[in-house]
């Protein structure tokens, strides 16, 4: 494969997450040993920013900054959830893909890495098939993101693993709480997290029982799963009666016994053409509170889960940075339309060993990875050891953020513009 001279564009897009940096950083040290890659730039607000041609020079950043990266939380580039939608916009969509081009062309833009989840891979393998296409000689590899867990083909997407880590420790603690000022009155705290479709998110806090029954969470509900009412509440009493509460998490695209999600709020789509989703553990309380009578309350763990850097989990950041890092590397080799994925094996001493690989992305894009329904348990109130055996070495390892006057420290980037080249996008 001859050897590709040019520019090297990195841009996030979807929600941030606080492993998303260290792929970046791991892009960006890997770039720098390489010749063939004369600038590295980074696109401000995902594919949007690109299109706006909001270029930033990384070469212009701190040494130390890069390495801040590793442990900062949020999307430091910026990022969007702007799609070059085909199906639903396909002028638009060729015009943004005209100028996506221009601005490639403008500023000899031959390797592109896009961090992001299903619709962004989904991005990266219009951009590669439209390179193709045009005869542009283009390097464009998908590295993976998402808290939520449902890229396919990877053992885990970098992010996951550091909310599982935060999530299962707030829920441990709020069961301790709420452990301790339980009486015969029973109550009852519903704690809701994220995962629209997929409960990769939800099921991990499992991880917070530590193989005690007793312990929180005592009910875990998953959005693969449509759950009946009437057997949801006679678990919960049932839970109530033997330990005076009940901890459930409940991921926030719950589903009914129709498949409704029971948080949507169908009046308000998102940029995708979703239902808006608010508050399936506001639904689920009034249900829990109304029909049992017992003491309700619920915890809406939000953004907080997915930009808890404080406590990140080591695998976790590792893995994103050896994704960064990988994406480079195949790049250069002359590999183009592939997602990065990361491979789990185990050594002979029992310990667990971490590597990257590579998948089409012609395979990934929209794709979307769902919780083995044998990894809960037969009722579907609780994930089972297989889940756990998948997840606990996810978490492991503690990430050392420096702090400046007892908080976490970390970093901002100085986003040196590039000049534009370009008229301003019509």
Known sequence: ??????????????????????????????????????????????????????????????????????????????????????????????????????????????????????????????????????????????????????????????????????????????GIDVGSMATDDGSCCIIEVMGRSAGWIAGGTVLAKRGNPAAAPHIVLLPEIRYDMEALLAKIKEVVEAYRYCVMVVGEGLKDQEGKEIGADVTRLDSFGHPVLAGAAEKLKEHVQGRLNTKTRTVILGYAQRAAGHSASLTDIDNAFACGEAAVRAAVDGQSGFMVKIVRSLREDGTMAWSTGLHPLAEVANVEHFVPRDWVSEDGFMPNEKFIEYVRPLVEGEVKVPMDGGLPKYVTLEKSPVERKLPPRA
């Open 1 to 174: 494969m001859a050897e590709l001279v040019g520019n090297l564009l990195v841009a996030q897009s979807g929600g941030p997450t606080c492993a998303i940096n260290a792929s970046l950083a791991g892009v960006i040290r890997e770039a720098g040993k390489h010749e063939c890659i004369e600038e590295i730039y980074g696109g401000l607000n995902g594919i949007l920013g690109i299109l706006q041609e909001n270029l930033i020079d990384l070469n212009d950043e701190k040494s130390r900054t890069i390495e801040g990266l590793k442990h900062t939380p949020a999307a430091a580039l910026g990022t969007c959830r702007y799609k070059i939608d085909f199906k639903r916009k396909p002028a638009q969509a060729a015009k943004d893909m005209d100028r996506l081009f221009e601005v490639f062309q403008a500023h000899n833009i031959r390797y592109f890495f896009y961090t992001g989840g299903n619709d962004s891979q989904d991005t990266s393998h219009k951009i590669h098939e439209d390179a193709v296409r045009r005869g542009y000689d283009l390097r464009v590899i998908g590295v993976p993101k998402t808290i939520d867990n449902d890229l396919p083909f990877t053992d885990s997407c970098p992010g996951y693993g550091s909310v599982v880590k935060h999530n299962a420790t707030v829920v441990m603690e709020v």
